[in-house]
């Protein structure tokens, strides 16, 4: 069982950064793999990356590949997503979640927090 909390969200003006983050809580939140997904309105919900909570390998979507990055702080509880030169495209509700498998659809996880509002302005 895993609680995910995310906070962190706002507006940004393009070519700006913001630094998204998850709270993870739970028995055995450690081994499940951490992923973030984004929601625009109207739209599927989007694989955006994901990582080990242990700190394994990182995968991420091609549309913010070299941009955004995943990290976590174990002694903390903690996972984040660094945004860096964000585009008005990249706006959406941004989600937290856990799953057991090496994973790229919404499908693949199992936990979910509630997400958080990232606007970016041109």
Known sequence: ???LVESGGGLVQAGGSLRLSCAASGRTFSRYVM?????APGKEREFVGRISWTGGSTYYSDSVKGRFTISTDNAKDMVYLQMNSLKPEDTAVYYCAAGEVLGTTPRDYDFWGRGTQVTVSS
């Open 1 to 3: 069982q895993v609680q």
């Open 35 to 39: 992923a973030w997904f984004r929601q």
